[in-house]
Each structure stands twice: as C-alpha cells, then as structure tokens.
Nanobody
Framework: QVRLVESGGGLVQPGGSLRLSCASS????????MRWFRQAPGKEREFVAY????????NYAHFVKGRFTISRDDAKNMVYLQMNNLEPEDTAVYYC???????WGQGTQVTVSS
C-alpha cells in the first residue's frame, strides 16, 4: 500500500508560480511511475504529467507543456510539480497518483486569480 500526501497549493496571480509536492510513504518508491492529475469544478479529472521510475521519461498534457515540470527525489520519496506562468484555467484540485499499486492523494487546491 502506498500513501500519498500532496502539499504546496494556494492562491496565486496569473503569471505566477507554484511548486506542488507529493510525499509517498511505504517501500519501493523508486520503482513507481508517478503522475499528477487535476480536477476543476464541474469537470472530470484529467492527466497533467507523468514521470517514469528512472526519471528518464516524462510526459505532459498539451495544455501544460513548456509551463509545468515534473520531477522526483527518490532519496526523499517525493515527487514535485513546478508550475510556471499559471493561468486562471489551471485552477483545480491537483492530485498525485501512482497507477501500480493504484493510489491517490487527497489533493491540494490551486487557485489562479487576480
């Protein structure tokens, strides 16, 4: 069982930056694929970013390419999402996820507003 806890969300102005963190408990973190998803009010949860277990491969949703960067620190059992040039459309609850074993965090709210 993997437990995931997100943090780092908040209120930011358009054009600003935030860094989300996801802490994982349990063994075997270095072998896990990690992903970020988000869910805006009234919308379905959507994929944001992916990082392979070796960090050699990353992938992003088209709407965040060039603005968001996913990374991980296996020594700390952490995965991060650096979000730059935020837009009001990025407002959502952001979730950390590993698909195998399937685990979700509780989410962290990101609000982009002036």
């Amino acid at each position: 069982q993997v437990r995931l806890v997100e943090s780092g969300g908040g209120l930011v102005q358009p054009g600003g930056s935030l860094r989300l963190s996801c802490a994982s408990s349990g063994s075997g973190f270095s072998g896990l694929v990690m992903r970020w998803f988000r869910q805006a009010p009234g919308k379905e949860r959507e994929f944001v970013a992916y990082i392979s277990s070796t960090s050699k491969s990353t992938n992003y949703a088209h709407f965040v390419k060039g603005r968001f960067t996913i990374s991980r620190d296996d020594a700390k059992n952490m995965v991060y999402l650096q979000m730059n040039n935020l837009e009001p459309e990025d407002t959502a609850v952001y979730y950390c996820n590993t698909p195998m074993p399937a685990s979700w965090g509780q989410g962290t709210q990101v609000t982009v507003s002036s």
